[in-house]
Antibody, heavy 121, light 108 residues
Framework: QVTLRESGPALVKPTQTLTLTCTFS??????????VSWIRQPPGKALEWLAL???????NYNTSLKTRLTISKGTSKNQVVLTMTNMDPVDTATYYC?????????????WGQGTLVTVSS | DIQLTQSPSFLSASVGDSVTITCRAS??????LAWYQQTPGKAPKLLIYAASTLQSGVPSRFSGSGSGTEFTLTIGSLRPEDFATYYC??????????FGGGTKVEIK
C-alpha cells in the first residue's frame, strides 16, 4: 500500500525558509521510473508543480521558482525534503507531495493529504 | 514552458448529464496528458493518463481523448459524487510539468 504524508510548520514568517518533509511507504524511490514531487495549491486556486526528485537522484524544478527551491532525500531513505527560501504571503498554500510514475505516463498516481502553510508576520 | 488552457473554467450541470471539458496545450505533447479530480479539502485523484487510459478503479463513465495539443475529458451520466474540480496535467519532460487552470463542475 502506497502512502505519502507531508509534515512541516503550519505558519512561517515572511523572508523565512520553509522546510517540508514527505514521508512515504509502499515503494522505493530507487525503483526506476518512480519519482517524488512537490505540488502546491493556493486557497481557491489551481495546482502548481514545484519540484521533483527521481529514482536516479536527479532534481528538477519549476523554472519560475528554481532559485528558491531545493529538493533532496531526507535523513531516512523513505523521506524527501523540500526547502523554499524567502517565503512571502503569496506562497500561502496547501503543499502536497506525490509519487510520479513514469510507467503511467508520468502522472501523479498517489498523493499525500497535503499540509497548509500560511505565510504571515 | 508548456501552458495548458482548460475550458470552460466553470460549468453547471445536472445529475445524469454528459459533460465535456477541453484542455489545450501550447505545443505538441503527444499523448502525455492526465486528468485529475479534486473534491474540496482533498488531494487530487488520478482519473486518466496517457490521454485516454483509465486509471484502475475509475468508473467507465469517465473517458479521455485527444493527442498533440487538444484533449477532452468526458463524464457520461453525471453522478452526485462527480461534482468536483477537474485538472489536466502534461508531462513533456521531467523538467517541464504543468497543470491546467481547472474546471469546476457544479450542480445546476
Amino acid at each position: 500500500q502506497v502512502t505519502l504524508r507531508e509534515s512541516g510548520p503550519a505558519l512561517v514568517k515572511p523572508t523565512q525558509t520553509l522546510t517540508l518533509t514527505c514521508t512515504f511507504s509502499g515503494f522505493s524511490l530507487g525503483t526506476s521510473g518512480l519519482c517524488v514531487s512537490w505540488i502546491r495549491q493556493p486557497p481557491g486556486k489551481a495546482l502548481e508543480w514545484l519540484a521533483l526528485l527521481d529514482w536516479d537522484d536527479d532534481e528538477n524544478y519549476n523554472t519560475s521558482l528554481k532559485t528558491r527551491l531545493t529538493i533532496s532525500k531526507g535523513t531516512s531513505k523513505n523521506q524527501v525534503v523540500l526547502t523554499m527560501t524567502n517565503m512571502d504571503p503569496v506562497d500561502t498554500a496547501t503543499y502536497y507531495c506525490a509519487r510520479m510514475n513514469l510507467a503511467a505516463a508520468g502522472t501523479f498516481d498517489f498523493w499525500g493529504q497535503g499540509t497548509l502553510v500560511t505565510v504571515s508576520s | 514552458d508548456i501552458q495548458l488552457t482548460q475550458s470552460p473554467s466553470f460549468l453547471s450541470a445536472s445529475v445524469g448529464d454528459s459533460v465535456t471539458i477541453t484542455c489545450r496545450a501550447s505545443q505538441d505533447i503527444s499523448s502525455n496528458l492526465a486528468w485529475y479530480q479534486q473534491t474540496p479539502g482533498k488531494a487530487p485523484k488520478l482519473l486518466i493518463y496517457a490521454a485516454s487510459t483509465l486509471q484502475s478503479g475509475v468508473p467507465s463513465r469517465f473517458s479521455g481523448s485527444g493527442s498533440g495539443t487538444e484533449f477532452t475529458l468526458t463524464i457520461g451520466s453525471l453522478r452526485p459524487e462527480d461534482f468536483a474540480t477537474y485538472y489536466c496535467q502534461q508531462l513533456h519532460s521531467l523538467r517541464d510539468l504543468t497543470f491546467g487552470g481547472g474546471t469546476k463542475v457544479e450542480i445546476k
